[in-house]
């Protein structure tokens, strides 16, 4: 009877395999958790730039009004706007400009970011 040399896998090479796929699967759940944060980044600015320009819509929609007038509202939860309208130089009607300025504070995970919209309306 001839004896055959299968010893099998020991406990050294299993703990070796076992802290390499420790390993990838720790670096996979790392990717997969940076590509979340990025997409709700992303929701996040969508959503804030979508209201500002919503606002400057509506403000150029509106008749044109001389002198300054600036407001502010939180359309959403977590998102607040701010604007600024005022002519530009002295030109007499009708040719005024206006300088319209929208600021748009939004929370995008933990840190609070903010976009500046701004355009030109003639009468």
Do not use: C
Request: proline share 5%; net charge positive; hydrophobic share 45%.
């Amino acid at each position: 009877m001839q004896l055959s040399n299968n010893r099998g896998i020991s406990l050294v090479e299993i703990l070796v395999a076992l802290a390499i796929l420790v390993i990838g699967v720790i670096a996979v759940l790392n990717a997969l958790n940076s590509g979340y944060l990025n997409v709700v980044f992303g929701v996040s600015q969508a959503r804030a730039a979508t209201y500002g320009r919503q606002l400057l819509e509506q403000f150029r929609n509106k008749p044109f009004t001389v002198g300054p007038t600036s407001g502010s509202d939180t359309p959403a939860l977590g998102i607040a706007r701010s604007w600024t309208i005022a002519q530009v130089g002295t030109t007499p009607a009708p040719n005024r400009l206006a300088r319209m300025i929208v600021t748009i504070n939004f929370n995008s995970g933990p840190s609070l970011q903010t976009h500046q919209f701004e355009t030109m309306r003639a009468e």
